[in-house]
């Protein structure tokens, strides 16, 4: 067997790993997304208490990543940055399982957050090395991501089947973030694309009438969008529907997402960036006036598709403008401004705001408000947005970032 059979045999090695490594640090994603406010509510923390415990990890995605991308910087293996972030994160989150007032969360969901930011960029960056160094396409690494957030959550359901006591979901999440730890020790060893520099030259771009419209674009999709997907478990909880089910409802969004990202080439050169923008908001509007109107639980499953649109045709659109029309020197701290700015903030404030109206008017009135709230964002981004319409192929974008 010659050395480049052997380097390429390494290679689909060190890949499997990775792909095992990214579908569990998302199963982490899975226990804390849709089931931590569940907890919160059941240990009788109020609606402003949750929102507040929501804006938490949004903060540490706009302060912290020029620290973690100098720690990046100086790392000579970003695995064990990787390997500190999984193992502290999943500690500070165990406590949570024996807490009951909002100062008891607080400190341990700081502590989550701080840990827990950096490993999914951490892990697109090793994405993109594995690709340069082996081949390969990026979506298809990816991709177990969103397989990983879905069986946890059917792991979840599963147990809830025979036992409903919510504080369970903390069994799980030890045994994902054990089998994160394992599988992370055999993925390949990159050199990590972030940079501690990259966040205050992303601040410049921001004199960028068209970055910065867009910015907008996507923060009104997160804000109007944060409170559903922090309340969405509350919401269903307190229509009667029953902890599996919960989970299963959850599991719908992210297959749209991924029927949505295999087409997401061919819809790109349909509707170009302002319109998959555009549709992501047209989408939000529906979405928030169906759930407002507290519907029939079919209703609600039907509703879930949208987040094919909401989320995955925001998100496409915003990342290729990015790097279709910034300098190539400019789009590392384009699209890491993007994600503290528009992301971020949004769903900072979402939760917060989220929060306080769930207290005073109620969850289904706060996701009708949000609803009149995206139409106003959507008008402004129609009439503000308008690039040049040469967006490059998603497929071309994602083997050249």
């Not at 921001?206 to 922090?230: A, D, E, H, K």
Request: one cysteine or more; a positive charge; proline letters at 5%.
């Amino acid at each position: 067997m010659n050395s480049e059979s052997v380097s390429a045999a390494d290679g689909a090695h060190s890949v499997r790993f990775l792909k095992t490594f990214i579908f569990f640090l998302y199963g982490v994603i899975a226990v804390w997304g849709p089931y931590l406010t569940l907890h919160y509510r059941e240990q009788g923390l109020s609606g402003r208490d949750i929102g507040l415990l929501g804006t938490v990890f949004p903060f540490t995605v706009i302060f912290l990543p020029p620290v973690w991308g100098y720690v990046s910087d100086r790392a000579k293996d970003p695995r064990m940055i990787q390997l500190v972030g999984v193992a502290v994160s999943g500690v500070a989150l165990l406590p949570c399982a024996f807490g009951h007032s909002f100062a008891f969360f607080l400190p341990f969901i700081i502590l989550f957050s701080i840990f827990y930011c950096p490993l999914v960029p951490l892990s697109d960056s090793q994405i993109f090395s594995a690709v340069a160094a082996y081949g390969g396409d990026y979506g298809r690494i990816r991709v177990w991501g969103s397989l990983g957030f879905n069986f946890t959550i059917l792991a979840i359901s599963i147990v809830f089947l025979f036992v409903s006591d919510i504080r369970l979901i903390f069994v799980v999440l030890f045994f994902v973030v054990v089998a994160a730890l394992l599988s992370l020790y055999g993925a390949p060893s990159l050199p990590s694309r972030l940079k501690h520099g990259e966040y205050l030259r992303g601040i410049k771009l921001l004199r960028n009438r068209q970055f910065f419209v867009l910015i907008v674009g996507v923060f009104i999709n997160r804000l109007t969008l944060t409170p559903l997907y922090t309340f969405f478990s509350i919401y269903l909880r307190e229509m009667d529907i029953p902890l599996p089910i919960i989970g299963l409802i959850w599991m719908i969004g992210p297959f749209a997402e991924l029927a949505f990202f295999h087409y997401g080439d061919v819809l790109l050169r349909v509707f170009r960036i302002k319109g998959l923008v555009m549709l992501s908001l047209i989408a939000g509007i529906v979405r928030l006036f169906i759930l407002a109107g507290q519907p029939p639980t079919w209703v609600i499953l039907l509703s879930q598709l949208l987040h094919s649109l909401t989320f995955a045709a925001n998100h496409l659109g915003a990342v290729t403008y990015v790097d279709s029309y910034l300098p190539p020197q400019l789009r590392s701290s384009g699209q890491t401004i993007f994600s503290a700015i528009a992301i971020g903030t949004g769903c900072a404030i979402g939760s917060y705001i989220g929060g306080i109206l769930f207290d005073s008017v109620g969850i289904a009135v706060t996701f009708g408000i949000m609803g009149f709230v995206t139409i106003l964002g959507a008008g402004f981004f129609w009439f503000a947005f308008h690039p040049e319409d040469r967006p490059r192929s998603h497929l071309e974008m994602t083997r050249t970032s």
